[in-house]
């Protein structure tokens, strides 16, 4: 879509009238969308212990500066996912998630059909998830009833509405995604200002259980984070932000994902907070509640599981001092494929070793970080800023604009938006730099800074070109260091 021949979507409050109208096509996608009764679901959410509700458990842990974890797991039938979260929860999961199947994703729930009849009749998983459309809310109650910690469905899609109606009415209190940080992380063809306005509709569904005294939690972060500049999936997730505050929800958590970098790691982090509540309250949204998250490193991993677990505790180490409120751990099998339940509790508790090991050391202030979180706060706000004027203050149409123009461009992304002339580098500290910057209007002073902390990598060394640092500096981590020589 162009900005010369067609509307773009606008971030204003959905009316009762277009909500119900959706609503109506989209329980009517599939049968168990008939189970769902928002004034009954939220009058089951209201009859939970509040340490099963995400906003609740989140406050908590910011008052109580304690970072929590929650692994990743999702396989096709209920019990096993009872099974399978039992024991991440035994093993000290904060959060407990389930990972949507890819066909759900997508919309296809016949094919999950057929995928968990397979399953039943293998006896093991064959789907990359949990179908949860197709067990309907009574199976997902199942698993919401058996279990004493907030619940968060997992989805990557441009198109969760139906999934998001059916768990949380469900019980689940929290999901993951965001129309401009899953697009440009996952899809290759689905319009950008269609995913805002399907996303709308779930902010919009959030927002009337809050209404009715039930808050909900979304989770954004760009799901590439291999040499993606910090300060670009930031932008990305303050719009989405913008975007889900208008339509009533209330409770956010602000992600990253790890590059390895402590400093920059950090930085992010530290800086997160005062930039969201910086939009939000610009917006009139103070009475969002905002968390920190980040997901540790989701590029190639070491197949060596010594050197993935140093990964892993580089992660818990960023995020602590970076004051993160939660943190997605990966498990040390990452290299061979879908990891097993008993890799995923180990590294999830070297995740929790490491944070409690931290938990009662006080450092001195890092110079380091306090540099990078100066140089963050300015990309971000350059972004952003630029983004906001192409959308003439509107955040949705910022979203569509700024992708358009090259603003907003995520470096590896698939969508066929995406201008994809930014080009990173790490510097001679590991740091994510822009080698190329495209039209991302960084501030001068700050495109110096990366050309000169890329050029003291260079020093002394045969010129190569930047595609070839590039390449060389993705698969880094996976062959155990995080400069090649």
Request: aromatic share 6%; net charge neutral.
């Amino acid at each position: 879509m162009s900005r010369a021949d067609a509307s773009p979507p606008s971030m204003r409050r959905w009316s009762d009238d277009r909500f119900d109208a959706m609503r109506r096509q989209v329980l009517a996608a599939w049968p168990t969308g008939a189970e769902v009764d928002l004034d009954e679901a939220a009058a089951y959410h209201r009859a939970q212990p509040p340490g099963k509700n995400t906003a609740h458990v989140l406050a908590q842990a910011r008052e109580q500066r304690r970072t929590l974890v929650q692994p990743r797991a999702g396989v096709a039938e209920i019990e096993p996912q009872i099974a399978l979260l039992s024991r991440l929860r035994a093993a000290g999961a904060d959060l407990l998630p389930t990972t949507v199947d890819s066909y759900t994703r997508e919309c296809r729930y016949a094919e999950a059909e057929r995928g968990l009849a397979q399953s039943r009749e293998a006896g093991r998983s064959m789907l990359n998830g949990l179908p949860a459309v197709n067990h309907g809310v009574r199976g997902c109650r199942r698993i919401a009833d058996a279990v004493d910690a907030p619940l968060f469905a997992r989805t990557a899609s441009p198109d969760c509405r139906l999934t998001h109606e059916v768990m949380y009415a469900g019980g689940y209190t929290s999901c993951t995604a965001g129309p401009v940080v899953f697009s440009l992380g996952y899809a290759k063809d689905y319009p950008l200002a269609r995913a805002i306005e399907c996303w709308q509709y779930s902010y919009r569904m959030m927002g009337a259980y809050h209404e009715r005294g039930v808050t909900l939690s979304v989770e954004h972060y760009l799901p590439i984070s291999t040499l993606v500049p910090q300060s670009m999936s930031m932008a990305c997730v303050i719009l989405d932000s913008l975007i889900a505050a208008a339509q009533g929800v209330r409770c956010i958590s602000l992600g990253i994902g790890q590059q390895c970098q402590l400093a920059q790691d950090a930085a992010a982090l530290r800086a997160y907070p005062r930039l969201g509540r910086h939009y939000l309250d610009r917006f009139g949204f103070r009475d969002v509640a905002l968390s920190t998250v980040m997901s540790q490193w989701m590029g190639g991993f070491p197949p060596d599981e010594g050197q993935a677990f140093g990964v892993i505790c580089m992660a818990a180490l960023a995020g602590y001092l970076g004051g993160v409120t939660y943190m997605i751990s990966k498990s040390p099998h990452e290299a061979f494929g879908v990891p097993t339940a008993e890799a995923n509790i180990h590294g999830l508790t070297a995740s929790k070793m490491v944070l409690r090991m931290l938990a009662d050391q006080r450092l001195a202030p890092i110079a380091e970080i306090a540099a990078e979180q100066e140089i963050v706060e300015a990309e971000v706000r350059a972004i952003v800023d630029a983004a906001l004027d192409l959308g003439d203050g509107d955040a949705a149409a910022a979203a569509v604009r700024a992708v358009e123009a090259g603003v907003i461009d995520v470096p590896f992304s698939p969508h066929r938006s995406n201008a994809n002339r930014a080009l990173p580098a790490r510097d001679w500290r590991g740091a994510v730099r822009l080698a190329e910057f495209g039209n991302v209007p960084i501030p001068e002073p700050v495109r110096a800074y990366h050309r000169e902390q890329l050029a003291r990598r260079s020093a002394g060394r045969a010129p190569r070109e930047p595609w070839e640092l590039l390449l060389a500096d993705v698969n880094a981590i996976a062959d155990g260091v995080l400069l090649p020589e």
